[in-house]
């Protein structure tokens, strides 16, 4: 299975921050690649699909980069509503995984 | 727009048999190219792939759980399903249906989940 490792595991930030999230591929995966937004209680919400795809409806902060292992998740000025955990997903082998997640909470 | 809906008992006996229904609304769960997943969420953890089934009713499913796993498609009541065999503790977990563009492909949308505790 290719395994996701996200970092960091959590941190603290403040509103209009800039702050990114980086996830690692244990064997390159080209671009396949998305980015999710979890809050309490609620369903993941897909942000970002192709590694930097920003998907319909999600705000322009959010931003995806990265090809073959390394990948980022940037918001370029953190709102109140971002602070959430944020996971990413591999599709390029047929079993999908996700990264561990990571929580962003206010500092 | 697209809406899925999980179904099923929220309590599950040790070593009997877990069964979800996903009900599909506002599209067609036939519709060309979409496949169809099962994802699970222990409470505090990560989220896990259990599978993934076409409309015509071929499935793809998470090694680890394979041999205890079902996912099975109703194109007439456009719903799809999970039966996971001979649960324990370790399978209490928030279970989401959602949509994938593809067989190999993110999920959107999501339903809102259903948390299932194994417990006698």
């Known amino acids: 299975a290719i395994r996701m490792t996200q970092s960091p595991s959590s941190f603290s930030a403040s509103t209009g921050d800039r702050v990114t999230i980086t996830c690692r591929a244990s064997q390159g995966i080209s671009s396949y690649l998305a980015w999710y937004q979890q809050k309490p209680g609620k369903a993941p919400k897909l942000l970002i699909y192709?590694?930097?795809t920003l998907q319909s409806g999600v705000p322009s902060r959010f931003s995806g980069s990265g090809s073959g292992t390394d990948f980022t998740l940037t918001i370029s000025c953190l709102q109140s509503e971002d602070f959430a955990t944020y996971y990413c997903q591999q599709y390029y082998s047929y079993l999908i995984t996700f990264g561990q997640g990571t929580r962003l909470e206010i500092k | 727009q697209l809406q899925l809906q999980e179904s099923g008992p929220g309590l599950v006996k040790p070593s009997e048999t877990l069964s979800l229904t996903c009900t599909v609304s506002g599209g067609s769960i036939s519709s060309s190219s979409y496949y169809w997943g099962w994802i699970r969420q222990p409470p505090g953890k990560g989220l896990e792939w259990i599978g993934s089934?076409?409309?015509?009713?071929?499935?793809y499913y998470n090694p680890s759980l394979k041999s205890r796993v079902t996912i099975s498609v109703d194109t007439s009541k456009n719903q799809f399903s999970l039966k996971l065999s001979s649960v324990t503790a370790a399978d209490t977990a928030v279970y989401y249906c959602?949509?994938?563009?593809?067989?190999?492909?993110?999920?959107?949308?999501w339903g809102q989940g259903t948390l299932v505790t194994v417990s006698s």
């Open positions: 192709a590694a930097s």
């Open positions: 089934i076409y409309y015509s009713g071929s499935t």
């Open positions: 959602a949509r994938l563009s593809e067989l190999l492909s993110w999920f959107d949308p």
